[in-house]
């Protein structure tokens, strides 16, 4: 599993941005394939621990991982124009950004509690395998 890069810290407010750097959308985007996703055509917006309660391990890599820390969420694509994918907290506390070919970038998605209602995830792993 090469990995492009790694965060473990407090998620303030408990929302973790995946997507273009230069794109910030408003609100959760449209419902994703899972209830705590949110899916913008540049953005997903996933519910994750919230800070206070702990910290969000969040590992990206560019192949398969070899143990995923839990299912699939998501696998589909987001329009990273900018050429930086951005990774993290809505306010720029902890951030991660991935240079990308700009365009349109395959994401899926892996979290560690697949039970919305019981546990926000405190582990999420992020592969983008067309890189």
């Known amino acids: 599993m090469p990995l492009l890069g790694q965060l473990t810290a407090s998620i303030r407010g408990g929302v973790l941005l995946i997507g273009d750097d230069r794109v910030l959308e408003d609100g959760m985007g449209d419902d994703g394939p899972h209830p705590l996703l949110g899916v913008g055509p540049a953005q997903l917006v996933l519910s994750v621990e919230h800070g206070a309660e702990g910290d969000t391990a969040v590992r990206i890599a560019s192949t398969a991982v070899d143990q995923p820390v839990g299912p699939a969420i998501f696998d589909g694509i987001v329009r990273i124009s ?27 998605l892996c979290v560690s509690d697949a039970d919305p209602d019981a546990y926000p995830p405190d582990r999420v792993d992020i592969v983008l395998p067309d890189l």
Do not use: K, N
Not at 91 to 108: F, H, K, N, Q, S
């Open 82 to 108: 900018s050429g930086r994918l951005r990774v993290g907290d809505a306010v720029d506390e902890a951030v991660l950004w991935i240079t990308v070919p700009p365009g349109d970038l395959r994401v899926r």
